[in-house]
């Protein structure tokens, strides 16, 4: 028996002739020396893992930071809520029995603890509503300022990153919200994003819980010939709705919105162009003419009143308005060589308009009252600030800014009080 293994039946023995030419190929690539990258780890050489690693060298998963503005709000405004829906209810039914024992507690207050809760409940989500609608319409005319002086169309193209021309998503587009969530900075870029954006969202978000409270449910108590002994509070509001008077709180919330937007386009380098404005001047001044007793104060007071017969009842309020547009044309025009240091400025342009729009929402009577008492205001403001007390320097970085905020301070003091100020001049 032999010691060598016979070849199986397919096999053929591995013979090597003379004259057989050799591929050495395979057999220089097998003694080819590893490269330093490829040479085997020893065991003192194998990675550690990172339960081996010491805690100097581990890597720490980075940590969010908290949003502290966001979560701070989100307090307060649990905080209101409490206070307002459960608390404040049995303070006043504790200082109405303290004051009138022998009386009974008003309906508002004698209601079940159920039914209360609902109501107040209802009450504080109608203000965040009418809030959360004002920033809405305060983001766009964040757009419109920003994007009509250079030309640029608002109805196509979404809100982008000024910087990195990133599109902003549905949620950090969200009025005050989406400012706050990415904490005043771009997600793709992280530039920072004015923050004259979250202050006119939420100014005019506030001008429009303060139509909302002051004109609406207390059932136009501010406005003048306006009969408001009816039944006031939101819950009147909603089972006895006035659209005329619905009309009229949008319509002035809106001319405050308008007015705002003009005031912040004062900061920009080419003045709001007058078509746009032409048209929503006309949006908010348009409620009086197809509903004549949207107009309060009639053109003819405080003088004759008999010249109101003789035209039609769409005719009043044309000529209230053109009235109007004339007195805040010519009083903004005026006043303007005042506020303004150069001609044909930007302040100067924006301040007519703004007259313009107040004579055309409110009348020929109310632009007057509000623009005199407004230059009042603004040359005790400026001599204020030239005092010695107050650098220069200071006042010139908000000069553009300062007629606008008189003129729209003044013109909301003037609403409050529209009826009182009306019967003060002889109209009511």
């Known amino acids: ?56 060298t581990r890597k720490r998963p980075k940590r969010k930071r908290t949003n502290w503005p966001l979560l701070t709000i989100a307090i307060c405004l649990v905080g209101v809520y409490i206070l307002y ?3 404040l209810p049995e303070i006043q039914v504790a200082i109405f029995r303290s004051r009138f024992p022998k009386k009974f507690i008003p309906p508002e207050l004698a209601l079940k603890g ?19 609608l004002g920033a809405s319409i305060g983001s766009f005319l964040n757009v419109v300022a920003g994007r009509m002086p250079e030309g640029r169309t608002i109805v196509f193209g979404g809100s ?10 549905f949620l950090d587009n969200t009025p005050v919200l989406g400012w706050l969530l990415v904490q005043g900075k771009c997600r793709t870029c992280r530039l920072p994003i004015a923050p004259r954006y979250l202050m006119i969202e939420v100014v005019i978000g506030a001008i429009f819980v303060w139509i909302g409270l002051w004109e609406l449910v207390s059932s136009g108590s501010n406005l003048p010939h306006w009969d ?29 919105a308008v007015l705002i937007m003009l005031g912040v386009a004062n900061e920009g380098r080419k003045p709001f162009p007058i078509l746009p404005f032409l048209v929503m001047a006309a949006a908010v001044a348009s409620p009086k003419i197809f509903n004549p007793s949207l ?3 009639s053109w003819t007071e405080p003088f004759q009143r008999s010249l109101i ?86 006042f010139q970085s908000v000069e553009a800014f300062v007629p606008s905020m008189c003129l729209i301070g003044i013109c909301m003091l003037h609403h409050s009080l529209w009826r009182q100020i009306a019967y003060l001049i002889g109209i009511v």
């Open 160 to 169: 982008k990153c000024p910087y990195c021309d990133t599109r902003l998503s």
């Open 85 to 87: 829906v459960f608390a």
């Open 228 to 256: 408001s002994s009816g039944r006031s509070g939101l819950t009147s509001l909603v089972l006895f709705t006035q659209w005329q008077l619905i009309a009229a709180a949008l319509s002035h919330a809106g001319m405050f």
């Open 295 to 297: 107009d309060f104060v």
């Open 114 to 132: 159920s039914t209360r809760t609902l109501l107040r409940t209802c009450e504080f989500l109608f203000v965040g509503w009418f809030f959360y």
């Open 309 to 394: 017969s003789k035209l039609g009842p769409i005719a009043n309020p044309l000529v209230s308005i053109l009235l109007g547009v004339l007195s805040g044309l010519g009083l903004g025009w005026i006043s303007s060589f005042w506020i303004a240091k150069r001609p044909n400025s930007i302040v100067e342009r924006h301040w007519i308009l703004q007259c313009f729009l107040i004579g055309s929402v409110l009348g020929w009577q109310s632009v007057v009252t509000i623009v005199l008492c407004s230059l009042i205001v603004y040359g005790m403001t400026r001599s204020l600030w030239s005092s010695r007390s107050v650098s220069i320097q200071s």
């Open 1 to 56: 028996m032999s010691d060598s293994i016979p070849p199986m039946a397919n096999e053929t023995p591995f013979q090597l002739s003379e004259n057989a030419p050799v591929n050495f190929e395979f057999i220089s690539n097998a003694e080819q020396p590893l490269s330093d990258a490829e040479q085997p780890l020893s065991d003192a050489e194998q990675p550690l893992s990172d339960a081996e690693q010491p805690l100097s």
